[in-house]
């Protein structure tokens, strides 16, 4: 079955240090995105990709950085400059036509040491 | 700007009982809405979707909303819940350039017996 994967499920990070996310998808989709998980404040946008070697600033893209080498592959590097990176992390993609993400990973949750 | 305001945070309910979440939505121009669940430690699922035409949105699971533009709401329903619908929901709203899409901060529905 077709999906998106995320890895690791859950991650700990040392003050100062980079730490990337894994998000593969199979699904044949073109666009991908990154969310942030906070309680009590819904998702919010990171970075988000429309087409291979582009991407795009979301709304809270400052400490993160995305790269989109493949189509299939859309990593996430959490860096040293995001001063409060403890959240959960959500990976999603969708086709160009669909207007909002169709599908989503299943998460990962970052914590810091 | 658009913005998303889900009212209530947590709805308790007891299973075979109906239910409603509300969601109202701001936005100076026509709007695209959405819902989506999440369940414990896992990634968003579309439940349904209003582009346009018939205001009444049948989703997965049972579930329906209703699109009302003069109050700008777009509340989720469902008739009789059951245990497996605990949950989290989440509304959301773009202005048809996908990679706005706004969520609200959630609902929790908790069903119990």
């Known amino acids: 079955d077709g999906g998106i994967t995320q890895s690791p499920k859950y991650l700990f990070r040392k003050e100062g240090q980079n730490v990337t996310l894994s998000c593969e998808q199979n699904?044949?989709?073109?666009?991908m995105y990154w969310y942030r998980q906070d309680p009590g404040q819904g998702l919010r946008l990171i970075y988000y990709?429309?087409?291979?070697?582009?991407?795009q600033k979301g709304d809270i893209a400052e400490g993160y950085s995305v790269s989109r080498e493949k189509k299939e592959s859309f990593p996430l590097t959490v860096t040293s400059a995001q001063k409060n990176p403890t959240a959960f992390y959500l990976c999603?993609?969708?086709?160009?036509?669909?207007?909002?993400?169709?599908?989503f990973g299943d998460g990962t949750r970052l914590s810091i040491l | 700007a658009q913005s998303v305001t889900q009212l209530d945070s947590q709805v308790p309910v007891f299973e075979e009982a109906p239910v409603e979440l509300r969601c109202n939505y701001s936005?100076?121009?026509?709007?695209?809405l959405f819902w989506y669940v999440q369940y414990p430690n896992q990634g968003l699922q579309l439940l349904l979707k209003?582009?346009?035409?018939?205001?009444l949105v049948k989703g997965i699971n049972g579930f329906e909303a209703q699109f009302n533009k003069s109050q700008t709401s777009f509340h989720l329903r469902k008739p009789s819940v059951h245990i497996s619908d605990t949950a989290e929901y989440f509304c959301a709203v773009t202005e048809k350039s996908f990679q706005k899409l706004v969520f609200g901060t959630g609902t929790r529905l908790l069903v119990s017996p």
């Open positions: 699904l044949n989709h073109d666009a």
């Open positions: 999603a993609s969708s086709t160009l036509q669909a207007g909002q993400p169709q599908h």
């Open positions: 990709s429309q087409i291979v070697n582009d991407f």
């Open positions: 209003y582009l346009s035409g018939s205001t």
């Open positions: 936005s100076s121009v026509s709007v695209y």
